[in-house]
């Protein structure tokens, strides 16, 4: 089985502009997960969907927005970049209920604001 | 009060000798509690959960945990470690009253020398 995917792997982007990153889990995983990591702050949750519905929404400002899609497949948007979003953007998906089975994380998508 | 907290940025151990990297929890009821290890520019790889039942929990390449409700603490151990266990380890529980998020320690480096 293919492992979670996340695209693109690494982002440059300059402040004020906007960003869409693509995860896409595990064959058969409904729920899927982001984490923002930097050293400071280290893993920060960011959202829960399971099922197309969003279940957990992190302590992040509304810039930082996210969908599933019925696929399962799910993205993560932030826009009005700020030099503070740079950081490794993991995604992880797990099968069935996310509150108790493991998570299985992509590689990550490094976001550097210039 | 954050919920979980790993006490020790770094824990050097020779390769061979036994092993601990400590986490404590605070969440009210019955914690869900999690071990990650991330491998340099790699995402987050499962090692082993406590969702109730025995204490002592097997996981991944020979660690285990022991899950402590009087001391609130869920240690991982490795009874002889490798050099290639050398990585950064993550302690993870739900937080209920967190919105049921699952929230993450600070993460220790952990370094095996030979």
């Known amino acids: 089985k293919a492992g979670v995917t996340q695209t693109p792997r690494y982002l440059i982007k300059t402040r004020g502009q906007q960003v869409t990153l693509s995860c896409s889990p595990i064959?058969?995983?409904?729920?899927v997960s982001w984490y923002q990591q930097t050293p400071g702050q280290g893993l920060q949750f960011l959202f829960e969907?399971?099922?197309?519905?969003?279940?957990n929404k992190g302590n992040f400002p509304g810039r930082f927005s996210g969908r599933q899609f019925s696929n399962s497949r799910s993205e993560m948007n932030v826009s009005t970049l700020e030099l503070g979003d740079s950081a490794l953007y993991l995604c992880?998906?797990?099968?069935?209920?996310?509150?108790?089975?493991?998570?299985?994380f992509g590689p990550g998508t490094r976001l550097t604001v210039l | 009060a954050q919920s979980v907290a790993q006490p020790e940025d770094q824990v050097n151990v020779a390769e061979g000798n036994p092993l601990t990297v400590k986490c404590t929890y605070s969440?009210?009821?019955?914690?869900?509690l999690f071990w990650y290890v991330q491998y340099p520019n790699r995402g987050l790889q499962f090692l082993l959960k406590?969702?109730?039942?025995?204490?002592l929990v097997k996981g991944s390449y020979g660690f285990e945990a022991e899950f402590n409700k009087s001391q609130t603490s869920f240690h991982l151990k490795k009874p002889s470690a490798l050099v290639s266990d050398s990585a950064l380890y993550f302690c993870?529980?739900?937080?209920?009253?967190?919105?049921?998020?699952?929230?993450f320690g600070g993460g220790t480096r952990l370094m095996v020398k030979p």
């Open positions: 992880a998906s797990s099968a069935g209920d996310p509150e108790y089975n493991e998570q299985f």
């Open positions: 064959s058969g995983h409904r729920s």
């Open positions: 969907y399971f099922s197309e519905t969003q279940r």
């Open positions: 969440v009210s009821g019955n914690p869900y």
């Open positions: 406590y969702i109730t039942g025995d204490n």
């Open positions: 993870a529980v739900r937080d209920w009253s967190a919105g049921n998020m699952l929230t």
